[in-house]
């Protein structure tokens, strides 16, 4: 195969990697601490390298330009990754965050899209902020007693009550979150096995994994529930999210079906209360840990709100608070990488790219590039402005994708986050139990490694 460049043929190479062992190549030492082991690949091989995962095999792109090539320059030469839709295909099925079929995910993003109006956007604001309150009035009782609060779990059971406020406003009970909570961590340890190992049959031995398959049965007996009595008693305006999914047709005219409405369903739950929690806790620790930075935004959430609860019009004024958010972004992404496979023989840095290639966007290393984030590790929400946003390479940020197949839901999941930060922080100021900021792990999304533990202190917004 070779390439062109200025009309001269370019012979390619292959892909360069470690190798590996037989049957599960780097498998282990990549479950073991995945950040770490991308860092010391990159540093080895370079920005483009590729790993034997059990039987499959992954081209890792840490560069913004060669994922801009891959998602906007050359976006027609590659599609989502049919390995990334196998392997999550026992959470999310064809879903549309990773259904391989475009003109599938076409009618699925058409029927999807009235989720997200301003009209059930604002719907949805007054939901979380009823449900953003009550877990302040919870965290008031906590300091009241003197406790701390681990805040990944705290605040995934805000979003998640918000979560139930907006998806399903009718058929599920306040009081069954904890157990759905329990269902979904407990699958993650299995999932997460799943696409770290590239599908390695011998996970499924461990037994956590097997508890997670068996709390996956467990959610989706929940959700074919909740869906048959739904479609039982049919609202002629929706309400929710699951009433926009029940009423609307495919280009044939038809419905979706239970299998379709369970996977869309499942990845509305999955997305919402792994990513957003996910996202707050770090922007909370991150602040813990920059007091100078924390003070910018208390100043402009008491200036905003003054002292009343958010509302739609304030959220666009949070400017800086949502600048926060970004940097917890950057430094803390969503998840391990974004998937894609090539449709055609192709290539990349004179590197051969065959058809059938699965490649990863790993967002957390082009986030630490020092050539587009300089002191990379540092906290710095300025990095955000609109200024700055205006002149920085186009796939330079990667947490919620680029492109057609961008995340749907970003809008929702940044209200959530705004409204978690600005009604906590305008009643307490939090800070590390133990002094510091946990490290991270990857479970699905990259999250605190043993929690983050949190002290309470009361304050009072300042007019």
């Given amino acids: ?55 499959t095999s992954l081209v890792l792109l840490h560069d913004a330009d060669l994922v801009e090539k891959v998602l906007r320059l050359d976006f027609a030469s590659y599609g989502m990754s049919r390995q990334q839709e196998a392997l999550l295909g026992p959470l999310l099925g064809h879903s549309m965050p990773v259904v391989t079929d475009h003109a599938y995910w076409e009618q699925l993003h058409s029927m999807m899209l009235p989720m997200f109006s301003p009209k059930m956007l604002q719907g949805y604001l007054v ?76 996970v499924k031995l461990l037994p956590k994994v097997r508890d997670g398959a068996r709390c996956l049965k467990r959610i989706d007996e929940r959700v074919y529930r909740l869906i048959a009595e739904r479609k039982a008693h049919r609202v002629d305006e929706p309400e929710d999210m699951l009433d926009v999914l029940l009423a609307a047709v495919k280009k044939d005219g038809s419905p979706l079906s239970d299998v379709e409405l369970r996977d869309n369903v499942v990845a509305l739950l999955f997305g919402g209360q792994e990513t957003t929690p996910t996202i707050a806790t770090w922007a909370f620790g991150l602040l813990a840990a920059n007091p100078d930075k924390r003070r910018i935004m208390l100043d402009e959430i008491d200036r905003v709100l003054q002292g009343r609860v958010p509302t739609w019009a304030d959220l666009a004024k949070l400017e800086y608070t949502e600048m926060v958010l970004d940097e917890a972004l950057r430094l803390y992404p969503p998840f391990l990488f974004i ?55 186009k796939c330079a940020f990667l947490s919620f994708g680029h492109g057609q197949r961008r995340c749907v839901g970003e809008r929702v999941g940044r209200m959530e986050g705004l409204l978690m930060l600005s009604m906590i922080s305008q009643r307490f100021l939090l800070d590390h139990a133990n002094g510091k900021l946990p490290e991270p792990r990857v479970q699905m999304a990259i999250k605190p490694a043993g929690g983050m533990h949190m002290r309470i202190t009361p304050r009072v917004p300042q007019q």
């Fill in 339 to 393: 998937g894609r496979e090539a449709l055609v023989d192709t290539s990349l840095e004179g590197y051969e790219i065959s058809k059938g290639t699965s490649l990863g966007f790993v967002a957390w290393t082009v986030h630490r590039d020092p050539r587009l984030w300089p002191d990379p590790e540092r906290f710095e929400p300025e990095r955000h402005s609109k200024e700055q946003k205006r002149s920085r390479a």
């Fill in 1 to 55: 195969m070779t390439d062109i460049t200025d009309g001269l043929p370019l012979q390619l190479t292959k892909v360069p990697g470690p190798r590996g062992l037989p049957l599960v190549g780097v498998a282990f030492d990549f479950i073991r601490d995945p950040l770490r082991y991308m860092e010391r690949m990159l540093r080895q091989y370079g920005r483009i390298y590729r790993v034997s995962l059990g039987q």
């Fill in 127 to 202: 939901q979380t902020v009823a449900a953003v309150q009550e877990e302040v009035d919870h965290l008031a009782e906590l300091q009241h007693d003197g406790k701390t609060v681990e805040m990944y779990d705290f605040v995934r059971a805000g979003v998640f009550g918000a979560l139930m406020r907006t998806l399903f406003v009718r058929g599920l009970e306040h009081s069954e979150i904890p157990q759905l909570l329990d269902w979904f961590s407990r699958t993650d340890t299995y999932i997460n096995a799943l696409v770290l190992s590239g599908g390695s049959s011998l």
